[in-house]
Protein backbone atom coordinates (compact mmCIF):
# COMPACT_ATOMS: atom_id res chain seq x y z
CA UNK A 1 0.00 0.00 0.00
CA UNK A 2 1.24 3.59 -0.79
CA UNK A 3 1.89 5.76 1.38
CA UNK A 4 -0.83 8.76 2.17
CA UNK A 5 -0.20 12.44 1.66
CA UNK A 6 1.73 13.19 5.24
CA UNK A 7 -0.14 15.81 7.33
CA UNK A 8 1.24 19.37 7.14
CA UNK A 9 4.29 19.36 10.04
CA UNK A 10 3.16 20.84 13.30
CA UNK A 11 4.68 24.55 13.77
CA UNK A 12 7.91 25.12 15.33
CA UNK A 13 7.92 25.99 19.24
CA UNK A 14 3.98 24.24 19.46
CA UNK A 15 4.96 21.34 21.82
CA UNK A 16 2.51 20.22 24.90
CA UNK A 17 3.79 21.08 28.24
CA UNK A 18 4.85 18.97 30.88
CA UNK A 19 2.19 16.54 32.14
CA UNK A 20 -0.17 18.01 29.65
CA UNK A 21 -2.15 14.48 28.26
CA UNK A 22 -2.25 13.37 24.37
CA UNK A 23 -4.65 15.58 22.82
CA UNK A 24 -6.91 14.74 19.44
CA UNK A 25 -4.06 14.79 17.34
CA UNK A 26 -1.78 12.22 18.48
CA UNK A 27 -2.79 9.34 16.65
CA UNK A 28 -2.77 11.67 13.63
CA UNK A 29 1.12 12.59 14.51
CA UNK A 30 2.24 8.95 14.87
CA UNK A 31 0.38 8.12 11.37
CA UNK A 32 2.15 11.30 10.31
CA UNK A 33 5.80 9.33 11.74
CA UNK A 34 5.01 5.91 10.49
CA UNK A 35 4.05 7.01 6.94
CA UNK A 36 7.50 9.11 6.76
CA UNK A 37 9.55 6.28 8.44
CA UNK A 38 8.19 3.67 5.90
CA UNK A 39 9.36 6.22 2.96
CA UNK A 40 12.72 6.59 4.17
CA UNK A 41 13.40 3.30 5.05
CA UNK A 42 12.00 1.75 1.79
CA UNK A 43 14.60 4.16 0.20
CA UNK A 44 17.63 3.58 2.67
CA UNK A 45 16.58 0.50 4.77
CA UNK A 46 16.12 0.69 7.72
CA UNK A 47 19.83 0.31 9.09
CA UNK A 48 20.73 3.23 7.08
CA UNK A 49 17.75 5.44 8.14
CA UNK A 50 18.39 7.74 11.41
CA UNK A 51 15.71 8.59 13.93
CA UNK A 52 16.61 12.25 13.27
CA UNK A 53 15.88 12.01 9.47
CA UNK A 54 12.11 10.27 10.33
CA UNK A 55 11.86 13.13 12.76
CA UNK A 56 12.93 15.61 9.96
CA UNK A 57 10.20 14.12 7.47
CA UNK A 58 7.64 14.15 9.62
CA UNK A 59 8.13 17.63 10.81
CA UNK A 60 8.81 17.31 14.43
CA UNK A 61 11.70 17.83 16.72
CA UNK A 62 13.41 14.48 17.73
CA UNK A 63 12.27 14.74 21.23
CA UNK A 64 8.83 14.90 19.88
CA UNK A 65 9.74 11.36 17.86
CA UNK A 66 10.76 9.78 20.47
CA UNK A 67 7.61 10.66 22.50
CA UNK A 68 5.52 8.24 20.17
CA UNK A 69 8.60 5.59 19.35
CA UNK A 70 11.24 5.50 21.87
CA UNK A 71 13.21 3.12 19.82
CA UNK A 72 13.60 2.73 15.86
CA UNK A 73 12.59 -0.84 16.19
CA UNK A 74 9.39 -0.12 17.97
CA UNK A 75 8.71 2.02 14.62
CA UNK A 76 9.96 -0.47 12.58
CA UNK A 77 6.93 -2.68 13.95
CA UNK A 78 4.65 0.05 13.49
CA UNK A 79 5.39 0.17 9.97
CA UNK A 80 5.13 -3.39 9.19
CA UNK A 81 1.75 -3.54 10.81
CA UNK A 82 0.49 -1.07 8.72
CA UNK A 83 1.21 -2.64 5.78
CA UNK A 84 -0.68 -6.11 6.98
CA UNK A 85 -3.17 -4.08 8.59
CA UNK A 86 -4.24 -1.92 5.06
CA UNK A 87 -3.68 -5.11 2.94
CA UNK A 88 -6.31 -7.02 5.37
CA UNK A 89 -8.85 -3.87 5.28
CA UNK A 90 -8.46 -3.75 1.41
CA UNK A 91 -9.06 -7.15 0.62
CA UNK A 92 -12.21 -7.36 3.31
CA UNK A 93 -13.67 -4.33 1.29
CA UNK A 94 -14.14 -6.83 -1.50
CA UNK A 95 -16.83 -8.77 -0.36
CA UNK A 96 -19.35 -9.18 2.78
CA UNK A 97 -17.95 -12.87 4.04
CA UNK A 98 -14.61 -14.05 4.64
CA UNK A 99 -12.90 -15.88 1.78
CA UNK A 100 -12.68 -19.27 1.48
CA UNK A 101 -11.03 -21.38 -1.27
CA UNK A 102 -10.15 -20.12 -4.50
CA UNK A 103 -11.19 -16.94 -3.51
CA UNK A 104 -8.47 -16.51 -0.93
CA UNK A 105 -6.06 -16.52 -4.32
CA UNK A 106 -8.26 -14.45 -6.25
CA UNK A 107 -7.68 -11.93 -3.49
CA UNK A 108 -3.70 -12.49 -3.63
CA UNK A 109 -3.97 -11.97 -7.16
CA UNK A 110 -5.80 -8.45 -6.51
CA UNK A 111 -3.00 -7.63 -4.00
CA UNK A 112 -0.08 -7.89 -6.23
CA UNK A 113 -1.97 -5.71 -8.55
CA UNK A 114 -2.36 -3.26 -5.80
CA UNK A 115 1.09 -3.01 -5.17
CA UNK A 116 1.82 -2.17 -8.61
CA UNK A 117 0.79 1.31 -7.42
CA UNK A 118 2.41 1.27 -4.47
CA UNK A 119 6.30 1.35 -5.32
CA UNK A 120 7.57 2.70 -1.93
CA UNK A 121 5.95 0.06 0.16
CA UNK A 122 6.65 -2.85 -2.48
CA UNK A 123 10.35 -1.52 -2.12
CA UNK A 124 10.39 -1.22 1.77
CA UNK A 125 9.32 -4.75 1.57
CA UNK A 126 11.69 -6.27 -1.08
CA UNK A 127 14.70 -4.30 1.23
CA UNK A 128 13.61 -5.00 4.69
CA UNK A 129 13.75 -9.05 3.20
CA UNK A 130 17.31 -8.57 1.75
CA UNK A 131 18.10 -7.70 5.85
CA UNK A 132 16.18 -9.79 7.81
CA UNK A 133 17.53 -13.28 6.61
CA UNK A 134 20.25 -11.88 9.38
CA UNK A 135 18.63 -13.48 12.66
CA UNK A 136 19.38 -10.66 14.34
CA UNK A 137 17.90 -7.90 12.60
CA UNK A 138 14.90 -6.43 14.05
CA UNK A 139 12.51 -7.33 11.44
CA UNK A 140 13.58 -11.15 11.47
CA UNK A 141 10.46 -12.15 13.15
CA UNK A 142 7.89 -10.24 11.46
CA UNK A 143 9.19 -11.46 8.29
CA UNK A 144 9.03 -15.27 9.19
CA UNK A 145 5.78 -14.81 10.65
CA UNK A 146 4.72 -12.92 7.65
CA UNK A 147 5.58 -15.73 5.07
CA UNK A 148 4.36 -18.10 7.09
CA UNK A 149 0.98 -16.55 7.69
CA UNK A 150 0.55 -16.47 3.59
CA UNK A 151 1.50 -19.88 2.96
CA UNK A 152 -0.56 -20.99 6.24
CA UNK A 153 -3.53 -18.70 4.58
CA UNK A 154 -2.42 -20.08 0.83
CA UNK A 155 -2.26 -23.83 2.00
CA UNK A 156 -5.63 -23.43 3.61
CA UNK A 157 -7.56 -21.81 1.23
CA UNK A 158 -6.55 -25.00 -1.07
CA UNK A 159 -7.95 -27.71 1.57
CA UNK A 160 -10.99 -26.12 1.82
CA UNK A 161 -11.30 -25.83 -1.85
CA UNK A 162 -10.83 -29.53 -2.04
CA UNK A 163 -13.12 -30.27 1.04
CA UNK A 164 -15.68 -27.90 -0.86
CA UNK A 165 -15.34 -29.97 -4.65
CA UNK A 166 -13.79 -27.14 -6.45
CA UNK A 167 -9.51 -28.93 -6.34
CA UNK A 168 -8.23 -32.08 -6.60
CA UNK A 169 -8.16 -33.68 -2.95
CA UNK A 170 -4.77 -35.11 -3.98
CA UNK A 171 -3.25 -30.75 -4.56
CA UNK A 172 0.00 -30.04 -2.96
CA UNK A 173 -1.15 -26.98 -0.91
CA UNK A 174 1.35 -26.54 1.18
CA UNK A 175 4.31 -27.10 -1.52
CA UNK A 176 1.80 -24.77 -4.05
CA UNK A 177 1.39 -21.96 -1.20
CA UNK A 178 5.05 -21.90 -1.30
CA UNK A 179 5.80 -21.72 -4.61
CA UNK A 180 3.01 -18.42 -4.39
CA UNK A 181 4.53 -16.88 -1.54
CA UNK A 182 8.13 -16.77 -3.88
CA UNK A 183 6.33 -16.11 -7.18
CA UNK A 184 4.75 -13.08 -5.60
CA UNK A 185 8.34 -11.97 -3.76
CA UNK A 186 10.44 -12.83 -6.80
CA UNK A 187 8.03 -10.47 -9.12
CA UNK A 188 8.45 -7.35 -6.96
CA UNK A 189 12.04 -7.57 -7.22
CA UNK A 190 12.19 -7.97 -11.29
CA UNK A 191 9.33 -5.23 -11.09
CA UNK A 192 11.35 -2.53 -9.32
CA UNK A 193 14.23 -3.45 -11.46
CA UNK A 194 11.67 -2.83 -14.62
CA UNK A 195 8.15 -1.45 -14.04
CA UNK A 196 7.56 -0.81 -17.77
CA UNK A 197 8.59 -4.70 -18.47
CA UNK A 198 6.89 -6.36 -15.86
CA UNK A 199 3.20 -6.73 -15.35
CA UNK A 200 3.28 -8.34 -11.75
CA UNK A 201 -0.50 -8.73 -11.72
CA UNK A 202 -0.57 -10.50 -15.38
CA UNK A 203 2.13 -13.05 -14.57
CA UNK A 204 0.91 -13.90 -11.24
CA UNK A 205 -2.70 -14.28 -12.40
CA UNK A 206 -1.67 -16.48 -15.13
CA UNK A 207 -0.02 -18.69 -12.92
CA UNK A 208 -2.93 -18.87 -10.54
CA UNK A 209 -4.96 -20.00 -13.37
CA UNK A 210 -2.59 -22.43 -14.55
CA UNK A 211 -2.68 -23.86 -10.92
CA UNK A 212 -6.65 -23.73 -11.19
CA UNK A 213 -6.73 -25.38 -14.06
CA UNK A 214 -4.19 -28.08 -13.33
CA UNK A 215 -5.78 -28.31 -9.59
CA UNK A 216 -9.69 -27.12 -9.88
CA UNK A 217 -13.06 -29.12 -10.48
Given at each position: ????????????????????????????????????????????????????????????????????????????????????????????????????????????????????????????????????????????????AHHRSAVDSL?KALHEAALDGSADPAVPA????????????????????????????????????????????
Open positions: MSPVDPAPPAAAGRRRGRGRPPGTGSGQTRERIVEAAAELFAERGFHATAMTSIAEAAGLSQTGLLHHFPAKEELLAAVLEQRDLRDLQTLAARRDHPPRGWEVWDDMVTLVALNGGREGLVRLFTSLAGEAVDPGHPGHDWLRAEQLARQAVALMDGLQVQWLMDPDGVDMAADFGAWVETLRHRWGR
